[in-house]
């Protein structure tokens, strides 16, 4: 049969799906919550997941939070920033959102073509007496240029924060990706590598008690004790359950990593090489999570949107992540154009993510480049 044509018993493939322990561990958690009644406001899995989590990032500082959007918020507040924070149009809402809602303005920087993080050769035309902060992401788990964006840093006096929403688990150079720049946001929501349903991080390389003190009262409404307040503050906490679900995944990541591999090694097999194809090989530097799948068709021998459309009417929901840029939304677009980050703009219109998950059988995988592949 074509791969025009959907047998009506093919279940729907999205480009991810939650990765879930079984049932029972999680289960025995919240028999522990029930028996506690301590639902929220930093308890016993809490404080067990923050620390499992700093062992395991390889970081000295780790603070949990609600979600991975309010941990960037809250960590650019405890900055005390003030002006233009450079950053990048090829990201998530989240990463440009964080910085509009502390009041500070974003400058966008071009991606790099190679692996698509932010451009440190065009990064120093970007900087103006106003720059306050470097907010780059490690886009799909490609690491940014940490040791140049460090130096930079260093040099103009301003911190390096990043968006490392995608970047659970990995290393670079053998040390723990939320161990560099000044500090690091990660995500757990219930589509990423590792989830607590909705969840967040901020780690630090170094120790720093105050930034953590400042970060935990900003969690917490600003409260410093019963009778004193010190901050206007948010509620950012992570509840028992997101901590109890945390830990349950943590007991089986390596497992979700390796079953994401092996779904990355088949996509590679088939459609690594090809003319016209531009498969995300794995930089040697990088202990990978394999937490996407973004490949880029070239116009000459493949539409990305044909491709697209393709694959959803066999029920195989890829997404044009990221499509559109971030300063093409409409909420930017009156502000910025998009013609001033010409790379950014055309990866947005020649990627596509396929669906990666630990449980996807590998004959789907098969059947995913069929159809990619079919039409010229
Ligand atoms: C998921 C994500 C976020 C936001 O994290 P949430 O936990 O969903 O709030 C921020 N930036 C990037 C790049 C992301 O992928």
């Not at 974003?106 to 970007?126: A, R």
């Not at 679900?245 to 088949?266: A, D, P, Q, T, W």
């Not at 202990?287 to 880029?296: E, T």
Request: some cysteine; aromatic content about 10%.
């Amino acid at each position: 049969m074509s791969a025009g044509q959907r047998k009506p018993e093919e279940a729907v493939i999205n480009v991810t799906r939650a990765s879930l322990p079984p049932i029972e561990e999680y289960q025995a958690m919240l028999r522990e919550i029930w028996e506690s009644a301590q639902l929220t406001n930093m308890g016993r899995y809490h404080e067990e997941l923050r620390e499992r989590l700093r062992r395991y990032l390889g970081v000295e500082e780790l603070e949990l939070f609600v979600n991975g959007h309010s941990a960037l918020e809250l960590l650019l507040q405890a900055f005390s920033l003030k002006g233009e924070v450079i950053t990048t149009p090829f990201t998530f809402a989240s990463t440009t959102h964080a910085i509009v809602r502390n009041g500070l303005k974003p400058v966008f920087c071009d991606i790099s073509e190679k692996n698509y993080t932010i451009d440190v050769e065009k990064l120093p035309e970007k900087i103006t007496e106003n720059t306050c902060a470097i907010l780059p992401v490690h886009v799909y788990g490609n690491i940014c240029a940490v040791h140049k964006l460090s130096e930079m840093g260093r040099k103009y006096h301003i911190p390096v924060i990043y968006d490392a929403a995608h970047a659970f688990g990995e290393s670079y150079e053998g040390r723990g990706v939320g161990s560099y720049g000044d500090a690091s946001m990660f995500s757990f929501h219930a589509t990423k590598v590792f989830h607590t349903i909705e969840g967040g991080a901020v780690s630090l390389g170094r120790r720093d008690p105050e930034l953590m003190e400042r970060l935990y009262e900003l969690k917490n409404f600003g409260i410093l004790g019963q009778e004193e307040v010190a901050s206007v503050g948010a509620n950012g906490k992570m509840n028992e359950f997101s901590a109890a679900m945390g830990l349950c995944n943590l007991n089986h990541i390596s497992e979700y990593i390796e079953g994401r591999k092996r779904v990355f090694e088949r996509y590679r097999e088939i459609l690594s090489g090809r003319r016209g194809i531009l498969f995300p090989e794995p930089d040697p530097d990088t202990k990978s999570n394999y937490a996407y799948l973004p490949v880029r068709f070239f116009k000459a021998s493949y539409s990305r949107d044909a491709i697209f459309e393709r694959l959803g009417k066999n029920g195989i929901h890829a997404r044009k992540y990221f499509y559109p840029c971030v300063n093409a939304y409409r909420c930017y677009r009156e502000q910025y154009d998009e013609r001033e980050t010409p790379v950014a703009g055309r990866i947005s219109r020649e990627i596509l993510t396929l669906p990666i998950y630990p449980g996807l059988p590998l004959e789907e995988v098969d059947r995913i480049c069929r159809i990619v592949l079919e039409e010229r």
